[in-house]
């Protein structure tokens, strides 16, 4: 059986907004994070995988079998979902016994399972309560026990910490652990980095629907560190900042336009740019018109998903 | 997968989906409409000590069944719950938990108009039977008809033409149900083309269940002067294409839940 998830020139589209755009990725077994802002992309991949989404262009295959393919990929792939929605009626109990009914439990083997899976998540004393009676975390640690009830190969968890107590989230990390370690495919998504940074073995960073960066965690923050960030300075006479810069060892390239009332400047320091900047400006009394960042992908959602101090944002 | 698998998960679906028609809150609304007309029947029957002479029209049962029974209560119900069947699994966010089992999408449609036609079905032949010996029972000329070879003839005529009914609207607004976001504006149409088609050239009446339908009402009703009669098709072609349109109907509703994706915020 083939062990990757892949996806090969991956284009999603909304009518005309964009969800993923031309989205090349190998996904192996292992805790991988999907890390973005809001509307970066992280779900539309999740449900590429699980076969809820169909791209607009390009393939998705899960170990080998197309998404498209139920009754193929559904056995492989569990997916506790962002949508906080159940059938009317149904208790804990009730939606893991159907969800085992259906991937062909037998009646007794469903409803012995359906137990155990509850126990692991701590729904054992609840399971017989109406699902809408439920707290925010136990509504969550439903849809984990549906996730991980059938014992899937891949298990697709969108923003599983939320709403979740510090006891549980340990808990609830531990049990990604346990099942990565045992060869399953764990993809988690957060827009939050650092909490996932520390549990996973490969992080893919998501921005505006493109892949901006992926590997492990430490060269995806070496990668972004050492990207140099291009800003963009309207002035009156960009040649003075050009000559000036240009003496910085930092400052890769210089690129003035082709109107001679503009620059772009590539630099792997910004924050020692923008100082330098500052005293040129006033050195000579430029006429500067607009001073902002020309590429709003690593380092923007780097910034985005590290608060900007380092703490993190919830 | 096994066929015997997909038979097992047919008919687990269907069990589950019927439960949870009857307990969805659609369920009183059409359970009222199917026995309001019981308790009309039966209220003269208890005043008058069961003890009427005068023979009840076997017309004007026809014409009950015609105006209240088909083209409102049977109707309004399978407009009711066929049009929910995917619309409220929209509205409510649950859809998906069908696209992670590993049943086919033809599986779930299927399923689900079946338990909706059983729900149905079962309810509109069981009070089909109690109207009719409701309507006949309290006189004794009309009891006695009743229990007659043509009377029962009569009955399962009308019996049989409440089950199409089922079938055919019941197909064509789960369709309905998984094109429009409101499916009273469609169902509204297709009322006024069933109830007042009579009017319409022969060409549009064609068109309506209704004319096949016709065929097995056992007696006629006129509908006035401005209505254009056509004689309806025989028993076999009536069958027939009621079968071949229903059947069409719920494999395009298969083929549009396959094009179907999960986004909510758009549906």
């Not at chain 1, 923050?221 to 000036?244: F, G, K, N, T, Y």
Request: aromatic share 10%.
């Amino acid at each position: 059986m083939e062990r990757l998830i892949t996806f090969d020139n991956v284009s999603k589209f909304y009518g005309e907004s964009l969800g993923v755009n031309r989205v090349t990725l190998s996904i192996g077994p292992g805790i991988t994070s999907l890390v973005g802002p809001n509307g970066a992309g992280k779900t539309t991949l999740m449900n590429l995988i699980a076969g809820v989404l169909t791209p607009s262009g390009g393939s998705v295959h899960v170990l080998g079998s197309s998404p498209a393919d139920a009754e193929e990929v559904a056995p492989l792939v569990g997916y506790c979902t962002q949508f906080d929605s159940f059938p009317k009626g149904f208790t804990g109990y009730d939606i893991v016994e159907c969800l085992l009914t259906l991937h062909g439990y037998s009646s007794r083997e469903a409803s012995h399972h359906a137990m155990a899976v509850l126990a692991k998540v701590g729904l054992t004393e609840a399971a017989h309560r109406k699902i809408a009676a439920y707290s925010k975390g136990m509504r969550q640690r439903v849809k984990f026990a549906l996730a991980i009830a059938h014992d899937p190969q891949v298990l697709i968890l969108d923003e599983p910490l939320n709403g979740l107590d510090p006891m549980a989230r340990a808990e609830v990390i531990e049990l990604f652990r346990n099942l990565a370690t045992a060869g399953r495919h764990v993809i988690i998504s957060s827009h939050i980095l650092h909490e996932v940074d520390v549990i996973s073995d490969r992080v893919v960073m998501l921005s505006n629907g493109y892949v901006v960066a992926e590997g492990g965690i430490r060269d995806v923050r070496s990668e972004i560190e050492d990207h140099p960030m291009q800003i963009l300075i309207r002035c009156d006479r960009p040649a003075v900042i050009a000559s000036h810069v240009f003496t910085q060892d930092s400052v890769v390239e210089v690129k003035i336009h082709a109107d001679n009332a503009g620059l772009v400047v590539s630099t792997k320091n910004p924050k020692q740019f923008y100082r330098l900047l500052n005293r040129i400006i006033l050195d000579n009394d430029l006429s500067v018109e607009a001073v902002a960042p020309a590429d709003e992908n690593v380092h923007s959602v780097y910034e985005y998903l590290l608060g900007g101090n380092g703490t993190g944002r919830s | 997968m096994k066929s015997r698998s997909r038979w097992r998960q047919l008919f687990f679906l269907m069990r589950l989906e019927f439960k949870r028609y009857l307990r969805g809150r659609r369920c009183g609304g059409i359970f009222a409409l199917a026995i309001a007309p019981l308790v009309i029947l039966a209220l003269p029957a208890f005043l008058s000590g069961n003890r009427g002479i005068s023979f009840p029209l076997p017309i004007a049962y026809t014409q009950f069944f015609q105006v209240f029974w088909l083209h409102l209560a049977i109707f309004f119900s399978c407009a009711s719950v066929f049009s929910q069947l995917f619309r409220s699994e929209f509205q409510e966010k649950t859809l998906h938990y069908y696209y992670m089992v590993p049943i086919r999408r033809e599986m779930v449609v299927l399923a689900k108009y079946l338990a909706g036609l059983l729900l149905v079905a079962t309810l509109y032949l069981s009070t089909s039977v109690a109207t009719y010996y409701l309507y006949f029972w309290p006189a004794s000329p009309g009891r006695n008809w009743a229990l007659t070879r043509m009377g029962s003839q009569h009955l399962l005529n009308y019996l049989f033409v409440v089950l199409l009914a089922c079938i055919a609207y019941g197909a064509l607004f789960m369709l309905i149900g998984l094109i429009f976001r409101n499916p009273m504006i469609p169902a509204i149409f297709v009322l006024l083309l069933e109830s007042f088609g009579y009017v319409l050239p022969p060409i549009f009446q064609r068109m309506t269940i209704g004319l096949y339908l016709q065929r097995f009402i056992p007696l006629t009703v006129l509908h006035g002067p401005f209505a254009i009669m056509i004689e309806p098709p025989s028993a076999t072609t009536s069958v027939v294409v009621l079968a071949v349109v229903s059947s069409t109907i719920i494999w395009l509703s298969t083929v549009i839940l396959r094009r179907t994706q999960i986004t909510y915020s758009v549906d």
